[in-house]
């Protein structure tokens, strides 16, 4: 039995559903938290349920900054989305306050529950498989940005520090290539050099953002298609999900990181590179739902380094997985050896794609921005 079923009784006391708890049952695939949809019965009406989460404490060190920053950001966009004429309980996340009126349940091993009501009548997609699906995600998300454009993003606290700071992800390469505690590094020349080769560009947002050009903005920096909410009747983009890792940031990375996730129809670890390809169409598609989603709320100078935040996002991430393969899988959870390592490949062969279709890139963006 898991740490979460061992407290989830206590969990499900803290908090007033508002009726019978009939049953609380393991819900959804993620991978970071405990995740479970409760079941409860109130009175004659019909069944209601709930998404009750116990948060990862590997993940997340201080639970406590995560549930601030979700409070702070959801209590804005339902205040906007009302003004807007829209659904403050169906197209932003609602947090369910414990009896104690806090917004998470400490347990008595230290794990942070956290309650939402389910919103009824939605789906979620692992994949995209039309650039039209990969659009109404797009959508979402330049929405988000919009709807967040006023907040003060410097008030929300860094819930996983340098989560995407580039130069710091090269100088902890660097460090495990020097350390090679595997005996690995002899048998990856290739990918260290990728890397070196694009050193200075693991600066350029970075130097973009120190120089005043790119504006920190609230980021939701996990911008992929299963964390946005389908309407089950309309197909439409509804409700941005999974706000851990809301906090300041770049809106060209939560638009990269898209990108990066869904613009390739391989598996993030295919073997056969000849299948990994970076594709046009769907960056296509992405960016004119992007910024239809955004409407307007970028600056001139976030359209241009838009294709670079696309471009960043995949060279980090394969950064990421290269350093946890050199220092032994430690990070990244792997079902075979040598997974991390074709993870990376993964993402530079996109990388190397992306620097091929650059001019096309930026030929798309320029086509939208207006």
Same mark, same amino acid.
Not at 66 to 83: D, Q, R
Not at 152 to 159: G, I, M, N, V
């Given at each position: 039995m898991s740490q979460a079923e061992q407290f989830l009784?206590?969990? !499900?006391?803290?908090?007033?559903?508002?009726?019978? *708890? &009939?049953?609380?049952?393991?819900?959804?695939?993620?991978?970071?938290?405990?995740?479970?949809?409760?079941?409860?019965?109130?009175?004659?009406? =019909?069944?209601?349920?709930?998404?009750?989460? +116990?948060? $990862? %404490?590997?993940?997340?060190?201080? =639970?406590?900054? &995560?549930?601030?920053?979700?409070?702070?950001?959801?209590?804005? !966009? @339902? @205040?906007? /989305? %009302?003004?807007?004429?829209?659904?403050?309980?169906?197209?932003? !996340? $609602?947090?369910?306050?414990?009896?104690?009126?806090?917004?998470?349940?400490?347990? &008595?091993?230290?794990?942070?529950?956290? *309650?939402? =009501? #389910? *919103?009824?009548?939605?789906?979620?997609?692992?994949?995209?498989?039309? =650039?039209? +699906?990969?659009?109404?995600?797009?959508?979402?998300?330049? @929405? #988000?940005?919009?709807?967040?454009?006023?907040?003060?993003?410097?008030?929300?606290?860094?819930? /996983?520090? +340098?989560?995407?700071?580039?130069?710091? +992800?090269? &100088? @902890?390469?660097?460090a495990a290539v020097a350390a090679d505690v595997m005996g690995r590094v002899q048998s990856v020349q290739p990918e260290p050099a990728f890397v070196a080769a694009r050193e200075a560009d693991c600066s350029v947002a970075l130097q973009a953002l120190r120089e005043g050009k790119l504006p920190l903005r609230v980021t939701?920096?996990?911008?992929?298609?299963?964390?946005?909410?389908?309407?089950? $009747?309309?197909?439409? %983009?509804?409700?941005?999900?999974? !706000?851990?890792t809301v906090m300041p940031g770049l809106s060209v990375n939560d638009f990269g990181d898209s990108i990066r996730f869904g613009a390739n129809h391989c598996v993030e670890d295919e073997t056969d590179l000849s299948k990994v390809s970076f594709d046009l169409n769907f960056f296509d598609a992405y960016t004119q739902g992007f910024l239809e989603g955004a409407q307007g709320a970028l600056t001139e100078a976030e359209l241009d380094y838009l294709p670079w935040g696309a471009r960043l996002m995949t060279l980090e991430c394969g950064i990421r997985f290269l350093t946890d393969y050199l220092e032994g899988d430690h990070y990244f959870h792997i079902q075979r050896p040598g997974q991390n390592l074709d993870r990376c490949r993964t993402q530079f062969k996109l990388v190397a794609d992306m620097e091929r279709c650059w001019d096309e890139m930026k030929a798309v963006v320029d086509q939208y921005r207006t």
């Open positions: 009784q206590e969990a !499900l006391n803290a908090f007033d559903f508002g009726g019978q *708890v &009939v049953g609380a049952v393991r819900f959804g695939s993620g991978h970071i938290n405990d995740t479970f949809c409760v079941h409860t019965q109130p009175g004659e009406d =019909p069944c209601r349920r709930f998404i009750l989460q +116990r948060i $990862s %404490a590997n993940a997340f060190h201080h =639970p406590d900054q &995560v549930m601030a920053n979700i409070a702070g950001v959801t209590s804005y !966009l @339902k @205040k906007e /989305i %009302a003004a807007a004429g829209g659904d403050p309980e169906r197209e932003t !996340l $609602s947090l369910h306050t414990a009896r104690d009126g806090s917004f998470f349940h400490t347990d &008595v091993e230290g794990g942070a529950w956290r *309650v939402y =009501p #389910f *919103v009824e009548n939605t789906m979620c997609l692992q994949c995209a498989d039309t =650039p039209q +699906r990969f659009a109404t995600s797009a959508r979402a998300f330049g @929405k #988000f940005q919009r709807m967040l454009k006023d907040y003060p993003a410097d008030t929300l606290y860094e819930t /996983i520090p +340098r989560f995407h700071d580039t130069e710091d +992800r090269l &100088v @902890k390469l660097k939701h920096n996990d911008t992929k298609l299963n964390n946005v909410l389908l309407d089950r $009747s309309t197909g439409e %983009a509804l409700c941005v999900i999974d !706000l851990d």
